[in-house]
């Protein structure tokens, strides 16, 4: 019977109502009390590295749990992350970067209702987690109301219901996945990462307050168009050392530069990064990631692609 190591952090899961509302209030051990019938699925350990609402995940979060899985690598066949929705999208993401060609599954879920709850959504994720943790895939992957997602494709697009997430740009996957590269672990990310969602309004000296920062985001229209009044301000951004990533604002098929002028104008210049078909959420922590390594422009560009 396949081993397996449950990481509780918090979250939804995890949470029973105070005073001000819901917070996280159960451990990993009380978790699994929930499950009787993973006995049939696999044998669990449990560890509770942290425990938060999702709204207050870190990148310092990500690498505790990033520490944790190659720690316990060799002792467990597969993980389990239990995790708060609300940025369980990035930290998939995170993990993506930071544990790079894992032999090993490497799952994160989390439920819309504590796991106390009679009508809770939180034991079918986590029973079909355990499940998918035993099946040999190698990966990082999100399973979530019956759907198993790339660690870099997942995004939430519901507040409340079951079915919260779902694979953008990418098909699901629908059986274990295998490979046979070797496994490395990553030990740094750049916090100094800033997102710019642009909007009619927006003032031109957002793009100055973002100097200060090592890696801009900046989510376009469309294919990733930027208009003609801030194109000095991106182009200036990247001329002074700032690595500037295009995304869309668009949930799915990505941008293209190619297509239109507002794109072509900037397609292509040194420093700037266009990301296609990745979401807001994993451009951000594939930048943070990027900048960790290098601060070469050319290497950070072949580690958004890689």
């Avoid at 899985?69 to 066949?77: H, N, V």
């Avoid at 927006?202 to 090592?214: E, H, L, P, W």
């Avoid at 995304?247 to 072509?264: A, F, I, W």
Wanted: one cysteine or more; hydrophobic letters at 40%.
């Amino acid at each position: 019977m396949k081993k397996i190591l449950l990481i509780a952090t918090g979250g939804t899961i995890a949470s029973g109502m105070t005073e001000n509302g819901l917070s996280p209030q159960i451990d990993a051990e009380e978790l699994l009390s929930f499950l009787p019938e993973y006995a049939e699925i696999c044998d669990v350990d449990c560890i509770q590295p942290f425990s938060v609402d999702s709204t207050n995940i870190t990148p310092g979060h990500w690498l505790k749990i990033a520490n944790v899985i190659e720690k316990k690598y060799t002792a467990y066949d597969g993980f389990v992350v239990t995790h708060g929705t609300d940025t369980l999208a990035y930290t998939a993401a995170a993990l993506s970067c930071l544990i790079e060609n894992p032999e090993k599954p490497i799952v994160l879920t989390g439920s819309q209702r504590p796991i106390s709850d009679a009508d809770t959504d939180a034991k079918k994720n986590m029973l079909d987690s355990l499940r998918f943790a035993a099946s040999g895939h190698q990966g990082v992957c999100v399973v979530f109301g019956g759907r198993i997602i790339d660690g870099l494709r997942a995004k939430k697009i519901r507040t409340k219901s079951d079915d919260a997430f779902r694979s953008i740009n990418a098909p699901e996957i629908t059986a274990a996945k295998k490979h046979s590269k070797n496994v490395k672990f990553y030990y740094n990310l750049c916090r100094d990462v800033f997102l710019i969602k642009l909007t009619p309004a927006t003032d031109k000296s957002v793009f100055g307050f973002a100097k200060r920062f090592r890696g801009v985001v900046v989510e376009g229209y469309g294919l990733g168009g930027i208009p003609d009044c801030y194109l000095d301000k991106v182009i200036e951004l990247a001329e002074n050392g700032t690595v500037v990533a295009i995304t869309t604002q668009v949930m799915y098929e990505g941008c293209d530069l190619s297509v239109y002028e507002v794109g072509r104008q900037i397609k292509g210049k040194k420093g700037i990064i266009e990301t296609f078909s990745l979401t807001a959420e994993a451009v951000t922590a594939k930048l943070m990631f990027a900048l960790g390594q290098t601060d070469d422009a050319d290497r950070i560009q072949q580690l958004f692609i890689q």
